[in-house]
């Protein structure tokens, strides 16, 4: 009785697995190939993109203030809605300026840090594979598959579902005691069916680990507010301190401006800590510095600042690295996913990561036709044994 429930229990976990790959198999791939790429997108995008992303005299020594990236942007597009400004990360880097102006669809502009010289300007929404937007485009079909909300929300599903297709490929692929050494060894020469077979097992266990890893923070990024409720219900998790707010800042109203947003913020933040980007919003009346700790997970910056815009005070500050273990736990989900964790060997890991949906879906593509190929043989020698017996009676 056992042994019949056990195979029925196979043979349901078997189906999950096989049509579930088969049906998200080609948006796996091709999120996991984007995330190769994204992994070093910084890398990437700077030597695509060196005339926008890199100064033109290299190195500088002593970068303009935040202020004149700003203004570069608004001399070139008169009345433009400068919206966020990223600082120079690394000596040869140049400003990138985030804006908004009714003349262009261009959004995102790279400034000389040294000279204050606009570089050159693109739509980061922009639909195309050229080399200006390649990078931002990967970008958004990998957090929102070019849907926005919406297409976040699917994809965090999609996490949902690619954990119980990983939990059913452990379940089918585990080796009983003693025979592990066999379940991960790739067998060459013995033809494309075992092959693949040995290789999709072997390959599915090594990585279970840590794809179950991506797909679980995949699941908090495209779901953030269900997964802070689901952790809130099991520990403590503070209000989010990211919603100070103050009255919107009236036309001509005299504010600290980027360069006393910038001081500001380096004021505040720990004396080894890096100021990353500061973000505009006169909606609501505030500056938000993002600032990279010594300590940090991510080269963005899990320091947050919301500074008002009238005199530069302290509204709150988010910093999940010092909160309790729910806040460290949600805002370890990024750099899990990103593989920013601990900086170069887990980017190299998560590109590696990246490549194995395509690794599975090929192999399990091969498994099924191989045997889809056997099945159908042997319905046809059972037919050609009925003729036979059929035709001897």
Known sequence: MKAKLRKSLRSAVSFLHRWTGMILGSVLVLAGLSGSLLAFDHELDGWMNSAMLRNTAGVCAAPLPPSAAARAVEQAWPGAAVAAITLPQAPADSYRVQFKHASTADNEAGVDACSGQLLASRDRDAVTLDRAHLMPLLLRWHMTLLQGKTGREVLGWLAVAWVALLLA??????????????????????????????????????????????????????????????????????????????????????????????????????????????????????????????????????????????????????????????????????????????????????????????????????????????????????????????QQA
Do not use: K
Not at 182 to 198: I, L, P, Q
Not at 288 to 315: E, K, N, S
Not at 362 to 378: D, E, M
């Open 169 to 390: 490929g452990i379940y089918l692929a585990w080796p009983r005691p003693g025979h592990w050494r066999r379940s991960v060894t790739v067998t060459r020469g013995v033809g494309a069916f075992r092959t693949s077979y040995e290789l999709h097992r072997a390959a599915g266990l090594v990585s279970a680990l840590f794809l179950l890893v991506v797909a679980g923070s995949g699941f908090f990024m495209g779901l953030p507010q269900l997964g802070r409720q689901l952790v809130a219900s099991v520990a403590t998790l503070p209000a989010d301190a990211r919603g100070a707010t103050q009255a919107p800042l009236a036309a001509g109203e005299t504010e600290i401006g980027w360069d006393g947003a910038a001081a500001r913020a380096r004021a505040l933040a720990p004396a080894d800590a890096t100021l990353v980007m500061l973000r505009r919003d006169p909606a609501h009346g505030v500056y938000q510095a993002r600032v990279r700790r010594a300590d940090d997970w991510q080269p963005v910056g899990t320091l947050r600042m919301f500074l008002a815009m009238r005199g530069g005070d302290l509204l709150s500050c988010a910093d999940p690295i010092s909160g309790t273990a729910a806040q460290r736990f949600l805002a370890v989900m990024f750099p899990l996913h990103s593989g920013s964790l601990y900086g170069l060997p887990t980017r190299i890991l998560t590109a590696v990561l990246g490549l194995l949906p395509l690794l599975f879906f090929v192999t399990g593509l091969v498994i099924w036709i191989s045997r889809r190929r056997l099945q159908h043989r042997g319905r046809q020698a059972a037919q050609a044994r009925a003729r036979a017996a059929r």
